[in-house]
């Protein structure tokens, strides 16, 4: 099985890795650019795919990825189902901090309600950080690069005296115990 | 010697930090000293990971996720814990840092210790006032809280008077006004029973002149008796 293991190999000096999950590739391309553009000290390598699991050929030249994040369209249920598949092949110690779900759409209303309370209840069982990004314009996708470095810069240890688990530990999805009874009218 | 002077000093103020790096803003210029420290915590942040993997891996025990679920609580609570605590230590330390500096400031004769003893001496008059006007405001307070209790009492009893008196005025009338009612009835009956004696009296001595065929008229004395005979009524039957 080929699972991706985050300390299967030495870390790099000042670099970081994130990898982007998506299974339409519309998003992760202009966020990959958002994120490469951004002011840091740190470089950051994006590397993008549309599931897992990778490619067996690159695997002696793909350097460790410090965060895995999986993008889920709300508006189509085969993004959400790609991205239960790819949960397979992740090696359960990326979910200890170094995995992040990102959410698009959610403010769509031909989206089904049930969709999202399912991905919340799936990424609070795997106690992962949530974020919900704005597509559309230009201000979400920057807001969005800037979340997902942050928590890049956790993960891959350039934050002194935090890790992705202590960071995760905090901001972890969580359900609310009436999230069947929810309607947002 | 310039360049071994600034290393000198940037490693100085390094010092003064305490060995961390200060956080410098995206995508400013680094100088080496500060990126070298930063890449080298950097690698210890991550040598701590691992070895915090490798920890857990070495004391594995096999459980079910759902009692797994059940401890998580627990050890989220003793984290929490201890994070309080370090961030409360990270306080004090703090603080007694910036005592420390504070004191031996003072300590110094400079025009800066000079502006700085003078507002601690005047910090100081201000407490003392301070204290001597909590004390008086203490002392009304009290005053203030016996005077309350006393309009209280005072409110009460002339309440419980009150009462008292309206009762009195309810029940006042009625024992007056039934001994009254009996001795009227007493005297009435009295009176009734005198009445009747009088009435059979005089009808006896009608009886007796009517009787004796006696003429009345002639006499004064029996005239004037007869006359009042004949007014006088039985009273009732």
Not at chain 1, 17 to 36: G, K, S, W
Not at chain 1, 88 to 95: A, Q
Not at chain 2, 186 to 214: P, T
Request: proline share 4%; aromatic share 6%; hydrophobic share 40%.
């Amino acid at each position: 099985m080929s699972l991706l293991k985050p300390f299967s190999k030495l870390p790099e000096l000042n670099t970081a890795n994130i990898l982007l999950v998506e299974n339409e590739e519309q998003f992760q391309q202009i966020l990959a650019e958002t994120i490469v553009l951004l002011k840091k000290n740190v470089n950051v390598n994006v590397r993008l795919a549309r599931s897992l699991p990778l490619p067996i050929e690159n695997e002696k030249f793909r350097p460790r990825i410090d965060l895995v994040v999986f993008i889920i369209n709300l508006t189509s249920e085969l993004s959400y189902q790609s991205a239960e598949v790819s949960l397979k092949f992740l090696d359960p110690d990326y979910f200890l901090g170094k995995v992040c779900f990102l959410v698009t759409n959610a403010r769509n209303a031909s989206v089904p309600p049930e969709r999202l309370i399912s991905v919340r209840k799936l990424v609070a069982s795997l106690h992962c950080p949530l974020l919900f990004a704005e597509d559309q314009m230009t201000d979400g996708v920057n807001t969005a690069a800037h979340r997902l470095l942050a928590i890049l810069k956790v993960t891959s240890g350039h934050v002194p005296m935090a890790t992705g688990l202590y960071l995760s530990s905090l901001t972890r999805c969580t359900v609310p115990s009436d999230i069947d009874q929810q309607n947002f009218d | 010697m310039d360049r071994l002077e600034d290393l000198a000093s940037s490693l100085e103020t390094l010092a003064f930090h305490g060995f961390q790096t200060p956080t410098v803003g995206n995508g400013e210029k680094e100088s080496p000293a500060i990126e070298i420290l930063r890449i080298k915590e950097q690698m210890s942040n991550q040598c701590f990971e691992m070895t915090v993997k490798l920890q857990s891996g070495e004391s594995k025990r096999s459980c079910s996720a759902s009692d797994a679920e059940k401890d998580l609580p627990d050890y989220v609570n003793t984290l929490e814990e201890a994070k309080i605590t370090h961030f409360n230590k990270t306080l004090a330390l703090h603080r007694m840092q910036v005592w420390h500096v504070i004191s031996e400031k003072l300590k110094q004769r400079d025009p800066e210790a000079e502006a700085m003893r003078k507002l601690t001496n005047h910090s100081l008059d201000l407490c003392l006032k301070i204290k001597t006007l909590q004390q008086e405001s203490f002392e009304l307070q009290d005053q203030i809280t016996a005077l309350q209790k006393q309009r209280l009492d005072l409110k009460r009893l002339t309440h419980e008077k009150m009462k008292e008196m309206e009762e009195l005025k309810t029940k006042g009338e009625h024992p007056v006004a039934e001994e009254y009612r009996n001795v009227l009835q007493k005297a009435q009956s009295y009176l009734e029973k005198y009445q009747k004696m009088v009435a059979i009296e005089q009808n006896v001595l009608r009886g007796i002149i009517i009787a004796s065929k006696v003429n009345w008229r002639e006499d004064p004395k029996l005239r004037e008796i007869a006359m009042t005979l004949e007014d006088i009524t039985i009273s009732d039957d």
